[in-house]
């Protein structure tokens, strides 16, 4: 019988479980390459249009329909027209580009926080700590590639064991090594390289043309010729010195937009662009395990000023149903420009989702003293509400009001974005009950208003009949606002009850508020 050694372990474990093994106690380098970042920021949706990208009126970038019609990189846009008027051409935006980057590693963040944007068209994941979670290097690649097809992104992985390896990796389009570094790249043409196009061509001249035949030449030699920053760049490349990488932050940020080609200046056909972002965006929440209250879209052309759709919600949510719903609510009531190339969504207010272990009780109601615990479905309807209410009217007609510390009435609550407040105000006892001895009422003038009198006796008010009071306020002198009132409780013919106040500054009285 074979003696059981580690090694020998190891190989008799699947290739998956091996893989795992091997890299545990190493780094494992992931790179994302975008070789047609630059185009496919413009063309996402596969458009079977005719697209070009320019850069000082030069093509620099095309995608497969242009190609189809003969067009070539390196041509001017005037020879593009002659051939196809129709054709749809962009100035090449490199922020555009970034911003696309950042998005797609915030994405990422979801398999490793060690993801590092690597400009102008890469991303950098270290992925030696996520292979057991995520059921090793295969399942990760898998995702990760389908997600990116279903964004309308095409992209070249590299695996290897340092950061510069998996990025000439990705370059070249090579796939997975984990053998020796060396060995790995040995296939690998010199062009791929992070160096300067001087020394490609000295190499070119002195017969070197892959790593192979590259490091067969003394570093030493290397270093007199091209200097010591290039043979620097060589040893971080096969992972004999370190190479230590920045990662982005851990500030969840989500923007992302659609070209849309052809133009369009129908509201209907909006729709199904916003519902991609907003599936992108629910996607990004869930993988981040994150809540958002608030969605902003721009609706733009290059020839108007963007229109700006915000969506509020009453309490933070992740279900793209509602996002859609509320962001049709608001498109219904907004103006658009006559034609639409772009529309933009952003979210950066994100809170904590916690884990939803159901309602034990479904639809019960525990009443208690103070009022009673609504059933978690009969809370989530409440929300629902409130959020078409403030879709519909805006965030300004929908609010709730919440309490502050100043015994002067009119400064004694403050409006609150509903769902928002932690001092809400509770529904008050009723007039003459024993528990409170200063009712208040339900309605307050926005400015108490004067009441007519005979003289500065109470009994004497030509409309009102004192049933309770006074109490009085007297407060403020501290911040220059002071009152002194003696506010009482009064009824007039019909019965109605009011809350009334005789101001002890002017000696004159005043009505402040109206009981239910």
Known sequence: MEKLTKKNYLLHQPASRRLINQVESKKLWLCLCFPNLAIEIFTRDRTKEAVLITEKK???????AARNLGLK??????????????????????SREIEKLSQIAQWLYRFTPNVSI?????????????????????????????????????????????????????????????????TSISSIPIHILEIDQKIVDSLHKMGVYNCSQLFRLPL?????????????????????????????????????????IPEISDKNSLVFPMRRLI??????????????????????HRNYKPKKLSVLLAKPEKDLQVFLM?????????????????????????????????????????????????SKAEEKWKVQLINIMTARLGPDSCYTLSTVSD??????????QPGQTNNPIKPNKQTGSDEEENPRPLLLLKAPKRIPEKNKSPDSLETFKIVHGPERIDVGWWDNHPVARDYFIAHDSS???????YDLNSDKWYLHGIFS
């Not at 390196?74 to 935006?93: K, M, P």
């Not at 599936?279 to 733009?300: C, P």
């Open 326 to 374: 509320l962001a049709k609510l608001k498109l219904e009531k907004t103006d658009l420009m006559p034609e639409i190339d772009n529309i933009c969504l952003l979210s950066e207010r994100f809170s904590k989702s916690k884990d939803d272990s159901g309602d034990l009780f479904h639809e019960t109601q525990f009443r208690q003293k103070d009022g009673y615990f609504p």
């Open 495 to 501: 019965g109605a009850l009011y809350w009334i106040y």
């Open 73 to 94: 990189p390196g041509i001017s846009v005037a020879e593009a027209l002659t051939i196809d008027e129709s054709i749809n051409f962009f100035e090449r935006n490199k």
């Open 118 to 182: 690597k400009k102008p068209k890469s991303v950098l994941l270290e992925l030696s700590g996520s292979l057991k979670l995520f059921g090793g290097l295969k399942k990760i690649q898998q995702e990760i590639l389908k997600s990116l097809e279903e964004k309308g992104l095409s992209v070249q992985i590299g695996v290897n064991m340092s950061p510069l390896s998996a990025q000439c990796f990705s370059e070249a389009n090579a796939g997975t090594n984990l053998k020796d570094i060396k």
């Open 220 to 260: 030493s030699d290397l270093s007199r010729r091209f200097g010591g920053q290039f043979t620097l760049y060589l040893k971080k490349l096969i992972g004999t010195i370190p190479d230590p990488q920045v990662f982005i932050e851990n500030k969840p940020y989500f923007k992302s937009d659609i070209t849309l």
């Open 58 to 64: 030069i093509v620099v970038f095309l995608n497969q």
């Open 407 to 416: 015994h002067r009435p009119e400064l004694s609550w403050s409006k609150e």
């Open 279 to 300: 599936g992108e965006l629910n996607e990004f929440l869930d993988a981040r395990k994150l809540l958002t209250d608030s969605l902003l879209f721009k609706i733009s």
